[in-house]
């Protein structure tokens, strides 16, 4: 029987379930960072309390004096533009709260929500899903933050048998755009209504003094969802899977998959081998989060009308067009962001219109001639000569640099800060990845350690700022993980 969850500081409907226990876990990957986040006792590299491996492999459920009663919740979602109807956490299992975060086992076994899958999650997904999570952080981007992978030998049947690994995942909500629109869908008002004022009271505060609360949560989510994807593209971040399941209400990066960051810059390019069509690709990403948040406002869209009847006594046609308003937060946020995240990349303080026909420029050039996008930005803010194809674009951009009066020294400074050295490039996770299915786990750690700074040089090999060798330009991701 389904129920709810007050007693787990959130309403969701949910379903309690025990981790499937793995025998004789190993480390695979830990965040001291994130261990310091919960609180949890480290001796620089791993808990100083051996429980936690036990814990994490799903296999305990307690540790010192908390005990755990873990659970799995229900959501729906549309999945590449159609309704999905009821998804659901099928492999990702909350522990419970750990210092005010929330803490879930993914991969630990089926629950009530795992349809046809096993529950399980392999090694190479894990891995990636774990170093992408704390590079993202360190990049400054809003994500889901990851503490560990725990490996096992249990096999795991995937286009070829490959093992189980178990990613702890952390978050302060793991709530989605397809939380609200299970209970939108279903017309189960009272737990709509109970999610978006916990939603409210614990992460968007700043809504409650509004005479309209929840058209307030809306714009602010539109807000943060704006700011992060204009983050991704200021990267070179593809998602990859942006279903509205995988879309966080706290405007967080959820659910990593096929990323992939783009190496040679392709507007068009798709990370996921299953998105024939390109819903996905680097250059929609922008518009498919409006899509998702328009989702979002379809499955909000009684209570939202009832509170601009009660309050502001609008009738329903008012009441849209003041909802589409708030969406309309999305665009103008998003564009404002892109551009001033750009700006600050090529070091433009000044704000002049024609910025935007030099940034579009640069991306068709780019775009032309497959230029590295990370060792592009950054070569430009180490001052270091770009490549020949870029030389006309160079020109305008040396033109416009004329018109700033700040000197380059500090330019180049401030650019440094917001063009990354070191991104997770595919090739590095696969380095990292082939290595621990040999049980050595050493470059984990090392690409754990260098991606937690990607902006100061590093005294490591070269190799791991630069572009892949051609034969390992093209490592393919299907959705299988
Ligand atoms: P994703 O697109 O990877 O975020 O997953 C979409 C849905 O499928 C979610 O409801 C997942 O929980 C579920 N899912 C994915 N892989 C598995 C698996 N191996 N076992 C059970 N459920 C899964
Ligand atoms: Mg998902």
């Known amino acids: 029987m ?69 659970y799995a919740t229900a959501y729906s979602g549309h999945q590449f533009g159609q309704w999905a109807g009821q998804l659901g956490d099928g492999r990702a299992i909350y522990l419970g709260d750990i210092n005010g975060y929330e803490v879930q086992l993914k991969g630990a076994g089926p629950t009530a929500y795992s349809r046809r899958g096993d529950g399980r999650a392999v090694l190479r997904s894990s891995i990636r899903e774990f170093l992408c999570s704390e590079a993202m952080h360190a990049l400054g981007i809003p994500t889901s933050r990851a503490l ?61 003094n509004s005479p309209t609360p929840f058209l307030s949560l809306l714009e602010k989510i539109c807000i943060r969802v704006a700011n992060t994807t204009a983050q991704w593209q200021s990267v070179g971040f593809c998602h990859g899977v942006l279903n509205t399941d995988n879309t966080s209400l706290l405007g967080l990066t959820l659910d990593y998959g096929p990323f992939g960051f783009l190496d040679g810059f392709d507007i068009n390019h798709i990370c996921n081998h299953s998105d024939h069509a390109g819903r996905y690709a680097y250059h929609r990403q922008g518009e498919i989060l409006h899509w998702n948040l328009y989702c979002l406002a379809s499955a909000m869209l009684s209570p939202l009308q009832n509170e601009l009847a009660k309050t502001q006594q609008l009738n329903e046609s008012e ?117 621990a299915q040999k049980k050595d786990f050493s470059e984990v750690a090392k690409l754990l350690k260098i991606l937690e700074n990607p902006i100061e040089t590093q005294n490591v090999s070269d190799e791991y700022a630069l572009p892949p060798s051609p034969d390992m330009e093209h490592i393919a991701f299907s959705c299988s993980s």
């Open 319 to 435: 009441a849209i067009e003041r909802i589409k308003t708030a969406l309309a937060s999305y665009n103008r946020q998003y564009t404002q962001q892109w551009q001033s995240i750009f700006r600050k990349k090529l070091g433009l303080r000044k704000e002049l219109p024609e910025d935007i026909e030099l940034l579009e420029k640069l991306m068709q050039t780019m775009h032309e001639h497959r230029i590295d996008f990370t060792q592009f930005f950054r070569g430009l803010s180490e001052g270091q000569s770009a490549p020949i194809e870029m030389a006309e674009w160079l020109k305008l951009y040396q033109d416009r640099l004329s018109v700033e009066d700040f000197c380059k020294d500090e330019r180049l400074q401030n650019m440094q800060s917001v063009n990354p050295k070191y991104i997770l490039r595919n090739h590095l996770a696969q380095h990292a990845i082939e290595m």
């Open 2 to 70: 389904p129920f709810h969850l007050d007693s787990f500081h959130h309403l969701s409907q949910a379903e309690l379930v025990a981790p499937s226990p793995v025998s004789d876990p190993y480390w695979v990957g830990f965040s001291d960072k994130v261990a310091a986040l919960l609180n949890i006792d480290t001796n620089g590299s791993l808990p100083i309390d051996p429980q936690y491996l036990q814990l994490l492999a799903g296999n305990q459920l307690h540790i010192g004096q908390q005990t755990f009663q873990p």
């Open 148 to 208: 560990a992978v725990v490996g096992s030998d249990l096999p795991v049947f995937r286009e070829t048998r490959e093992t189980a690994a178990i990613c702890t995942r952390v978050a302060p909500s793991f709530l989605r755009i397809g939380h609200i629109e299970h209970y939108g869908h279903q017309d189960m008002q009272s737990e709509l209504e109970a999610t978006l004022e916990f939603l409210i009271q614990h992460h968007y505060p700043e809504c409650q």
